[in-house]
T-cell receptor
Framework: QKEVEQNSGPLSVPEGAIASLNCTYSDRGSQSFFWYRQYSGKSPELIMSIYSNGDKEDGRFTAQLNKASQYVSLLIRDSQPSDSATYLCAVGGGGFKTIFGAGTRLFVKA | GAVVSQHPSRVICKSGTSVKIECRSLDFQATTMFWYRQFPKQSLMLMATSNEGSKATYEQGVEKDKFLINHASLTLSTLTVTSAHPEDSSFYIC??????????FGSGTQLSVL
């Protein structure tokens, strides 16, 4: 069974610090990797997508992918209280089905 | 980015009634739509995959006769929860994709069955 694993947290970091979120996946054939942010009672919103090994930066966010280790991470620099949310790692295969991790709750303390 | 509209955002109904939730892609044609259910503090659980003009593919453990999905056009999919019971109370979210690109989510529907 294809799985996506995340530490449920909560992960607590002070304002201005770097938050590091990690995710592992079981299907070596996975081709697409996503990070979604979900506020309580809201639907997920896409913040990063990555398709090849290495780093991808977008503003304060950096996604890192290592297919050999089946590992994907998200770094949030200069964390803000508004970044407090649940972050969902999602992995897609050659088809259209996307598998979501259980999410990591992040708290950024002011 | 692409916009997916989902209605209603919140519904409260009596046990035994049916509830219909609509999911529309407003500015693109969605080849595939997905329906998820999310219980409090849990992740998204895929219920079914819906392709326009064909029957939905349900995930294991999801009752297709209880959760009716209709994907009548490339911009509209509906989920009907038939004979709803309190255990069906959950947050239901649709998403759409065009040609296998990233998922675009609707705003979700909070269903409360009394």
């Amino acid at each position: 069974q294809k799985e996506v694993e995340q530490n449920s947290g909560p992960l607590s970091v002070p304002e201005g610090a770097i938050a590091s979120l990690n995710c592992t996946y079981s299907d070596r054939g996975s081709q697409s990797f996503f990070w979604y942010r979900q506020y309580s009672g809201k639907s997920p919103e896409l913040i990063m997508s990555i398709y090849s090994n290495g780093d991808k930066e977008d503003g304060r966010f950096t996604a890192q992918l290592n297919k050999a280790s089946q590992y994907v991470s998200l770094l949030i620099r200069d964390s803000q209280p508004s970044d407090s949310a649940t972050y969902l790692c999602a992995v897609g295969g050659g088809g259209f089905k996307t598998i979501f991790g259980a999410g990591t709750r992040l708290f950024v303390k002011a | 980015g692409a916009v997916v509209s989902q209605h209603p955002s919140r519904v409260i109904c009596k046990s035994g009634t049916s509830v219909k939730i609509e999911c529309r892609s407003l500015d693109f044609q969605a080849t595939t739509m997905f329906w998820y259910r999310q219980f409090p503090k849990q992740s998204l659980m895929l219920m079914a995959t819906s392709n326009e003009g064909s029957k939905a593919t349900y995930e294991q453990g999801v009752e297709k006769d209880k959760f009716l999905i209709n994907h009548a056009s490339l911009t509209l999919s509906t989920l009907t929860v038939t004979s709803a019971h309190p255990e069906d109370s959950s947050f239901y979210i649709c998403s759409a994709t065009r040609q296998g690109e990233k998922l675009f989510f609707g705003s979700g529907t909070q269903l409360s069955v009394l």
